[in-house]
T-cell receptor, first 113, second 114 residues
Framework: GESVGLHLPTLSVQEGDNSIINCAYS??????FIWYKQESGKGPQFIID?????DKRQGQRVTVLLNKTVKHLSLQIAATQPGDSAVYFC????????????FGQGTTLQVKP | NAGVMQNPRHLVRRRGQEARLRCSPM?????VYWYRQLPEEGLKFMVY????????ESGMPKERFSAEFPKEGPSILRIQQVVRGDSAAYFC????????????FGDGTRLSIL
């Protein structure tokens, strides 16, 4: 069945370092992917998205890379800050026509001062 | 610009009672999605609605759960005769359309069943 999963449940980085959060997806027909950040007690916050016709997309301090050959997605955060501490989810849009998202389990990012 | 608004933020119910969760989408958004999140897990899709129509309810239990998005007013997720297993965070998201536009989430309703 379709699934979206993250390689590591927790990632601990030093403040100022770069962070890389990985995600594997199984549906090769998926054409749209999103990264969300969720802080405790809040809803998922949109970070960045990418369509399947792209390999890379950059935002402010964040970059998403998409490797369709191995069905792998990653989120890179440059100069990680304490405020980046949260759970990060990748999500793929279902290949049907409803736009519903399939979420992975999440990676907890801990930033050490 | 107000984001997706959900209320109540916290809801406590006893087994057998009804729970009503409300969601007002972002201005200009006509697509509403409901997701459920258990502790330490990702979000699971429940239902997708447009104004006055349920488009996809494949993730919503057939019994006790219903959803609506009337012409006027917020979208409502209704759970009848709640059981302990319904305890979770329920999130609503909205989007402008389906064409590669991100869904924006509210801060959820945390439902606790005593």
């Amino acid at each position: 069945g379709e699934s979206v999963g993250l390689h590591l449940p927790t990632l601990s980085v030093q403040e100022g370092d770069n962070s890389i959060i990985n995600c594997a997806y199984s549906n090769s027909a998926s054409d749209y992917f999103i990264w969300y950040k969720q802080e405790s007690g809040k809803g998922p916050q949109f970070i960045i998205d990418i369509r399947s016709n792209m390999d890379k997309r950059q935002g402010q301090r964040v970059t998403v890379l998409l490797n369709k050959t191995v069905k792998h997605l990653s989120l890179q955060i440059a100069a990680t800050q304490p405020g980046d501490s949260a759970v990060y989810f990748c999500a793929e849009r279902d290949s049907g026509n409803t736009g519903k998202l399939i979420f992975g389990q999440g990676t907890t990012l801990q930033v050490k001062p | 610009n107000a984001g997706v608004m959900q209320n109540p933020r916290h809801l406590v119910r006893r087994r057998g009672q009804e729970a009503r969760l409300r969601c007002s989408p972002m201005k200009g958004h006509s697509h509403v999605y409901w997701y459920r999140q258990l502790p330490e897990e990702g979000l699971k899709f429940m239902v997708y609605l447009q104004k006055e129509n349920i488009i996809d309810e494949s993730g919503m239990p057939k019994e006790r759960f219903s959803a609506e998005f009337p012409k006027e007013g917020p979208s409502i997720l209704r759970i009848q005769q709640v059981v302990r297993g319904d305890s979770a965070a329920y999130f609503c998201a909205s989007s402008q359309g389906l064409g590669g536009q991100p869904q924006h989430f509210g801060d959820g309703t945390r439902l606790s069943i005593l």
